[in-house]
């Protein structure tokens, strides 16, 4: 194996040492506490194994935490008016309904009943759109800011020029990612399930994003020498050795590290980074509110 390991864990956990650092001296300086509140509808396992670590990691880092588990019968209009009661609630200064919702919710009527200040998932289409047009007050969501956080760190804060390749093109990773990385003044492009010639586009991507849930889809033979790849797949499959289920992303892991420059492993990735990312969005969003300055 050539490929630098990029170790999400480690990186998640200085983010969320300085952002609890920041917390402490917000409280210190400006009796300013942030609070997070997360709303589950239903019981979805995963769902609420992250609904968990997220309320563990908040009050971890010195936050508020409010958890919201409402049945998986409620109705819309009472989803509404609990997301009202947030807007209005001074103690809250971010707000995540955690997704999927039950199918008789319309998501994006809830998404776009938070108040854009709180939405620290970034989804409201008020932080979509400046998101796209570069204004700095926009929110970005969660995963591709981990993401581009990773990125910067390889590649010592420089992305300019590189050739990244997003493939995938959903509103919570890809099309948010690709945005980011414009930003950034990368050439960038989004593949999808209707690309034709996936792997010959890959290899030309100094930069690949894999973002498509299909597990290890990305083979080796895909990968440029020395790019750096960011795999966002979170697969539970049957593992062949022992049978038992184990966790795979969306790139063929020992086969791309053999030619990448760099690549994150699946678990212990790209997938800590996300909840410290929310934290941090929520530090962000809680100094706008109270209009002091935020060090983070
Ligand atoms: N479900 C899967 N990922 C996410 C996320 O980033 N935010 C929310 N709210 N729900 C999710």
Known sequence: MTAEIIDGKAFAARLRQSIGNEVTRL??????QPGLAVVLVGEDPASQVYVRNKGTQTREAGMQSFEHMLDVSVSENELLALIERLNDDNAVHGILVQLPLPAHIDESRILRAINPLKDVDGFHPVNVGGLC????SALAPCTPVGCLLMLKDYFDGSLAGKNALVIGRSNIVGKPM?????????????????????????????????????SEMVRGDWIKPGAV?????????????????????????????????ALTPVPGGVGPMTIACLLRNTVVSACRQAEVECRL
């Open 27 to 32: 409280q210190n300086e400006h009796s300013l």
């Open 133 to 136: 047009i570069g204004d700095p």
């Open 178 to 214: 690709a945005q980011l990385l414009l930003k950034e003044s990368c050439t960038v492009t989004i593949a999808h399930s209707r690309t034709q010639d996936l792997p010959g586009v890959c290899r030309a991507a100094d930069i690949v994003i894999a973002a498509v849930g299909r």
């Open 229 to 261: 790849v960011i795999d966002v797949g979170i697969n539970r499959i049957q593992s062949d050795e022992t049978q038992k289920p184990k966790l795979v992303g969306d790139v063929a892991f020992f086969e791309a590290a053999e030619t990448a420059g």
